[in-house]
Nanobody, 126 residues
Framework: QVHLVESGGGSVQPGGSLRLACRIS????????IGWFRQVGKEYEGVSCI???????YYLDSVKGRFTISRGDAKDMVFLQMNSLRLDDAGTYHC????????????????????WGQGIQVNVSS
């Protein structure tokens, strides 16, 4: 059973930074893609996804140049560095995995999720 636990959320002012972390257990790293998904109300959108095979990445247009997804050396951690945060970045962020039946863009754009964590809140307000 794949298990994901997010950490690092919180409250910041616009322009601030947060670093989200996701610890993943119960899986073989190079058999999955991993992504961060944002829930706002009842809607979900893929913020960034990374390949477990070659490290290829995808970013939502609105976060390009501000957010960076990365894997830890131990490969059981995935991070999302969020800089220059804006009001519309707020939401509940979920870490998720998906088997390699979709590439990272398809996973993020299509919100194609296999396993996901409970989520962590990111608040951006002045």
């Amino acid at each position: 059973q794949v298990h994901l636990v997010e950490s690092g959320g919180g409250s910041v002012q616009p322009g601030g930074s947060l670093r989200l972390a996701c610890r993943i257990s119960g899986y073989t790293f190079d058999h999955y893609n991993i992504g961060w998904f944002r829930q706002v109300g009842k809607e979900y959108e893929g913020v960034s996804c990374i390949s477990g095979v070659d490290g290829a990445t995808y970013y939502l247009d609105s976060v390009k140049g501000r957010f960076t997804i990365s894997r830890g050396d131990a490969k059981d951690m995935v991070f999302l560095q969020m800089n220059s945060l804006r009001l519309d970045d707020a939401g509940t962020y979920h870490c998720a995995t998906r088997a390699l039946d979709y590439n990272v863009k398809e996973m993020c754009v299509g919100v194609r999720i296999g396993y996901w964590g409970q989520g962590i809140q990111v608040n951006v307000s002045s």
